[in-house]
């Protein structure tokens, strides 16, 4: 089931600073939560497959629930996924949580 999105204004880059501040502060308990810019490697790694399988969802235009089936995880896990809560998850399991969706999921590491 994939959810018609609607074409929507961009915001102003007014209301964009608001957001941005409003995300950036560290009491915010909404929202996607940011990298640190001192993130290690293996951080890095978790997020972008946290920002992988977001991407993943918008678009398919899939719900928090229809992404949930589709790994086999409960609707929280998801929710925890989409916000970029990596704490939560070790690089092996954000691997196998997207390889459920990504059926040719490759995995490179380069050494710079």
Do not use: W
Request: aromatic fraction near 6%; include cysteine.
């Amino acid at each position: 089931m994939k959810r018609k999105q609607t074409q929507e204004k961009f915001p102003d880059e007014t209301r964009l600073k608001g957001i941005r501040d409003k995300l950036s502060d560290s009491d915010y308990i909404d929202g996607n939560l940011a990298l640190p810019a001192d993130a290690s490697k293996v951080d890095q790694a978790k997020y972008q497959l946290c920002q992988l399988i977001a991407r993943y969802r918008r678009e398919h235009g899939l719900l928090q629930k229809e992404v949930a089936k589709k790994i086999g995880v409960d609707e929280s896990r998801i929710s925890d996924i989409l916000r970029g809560k990596i704490e939560c998850f070790t690089l092996d399991r954000l691997i196998n949580y997207a390889a459920k969706l990504h059926d040719n999921l490759e995995i490179k590491i380069i050494a710079a």
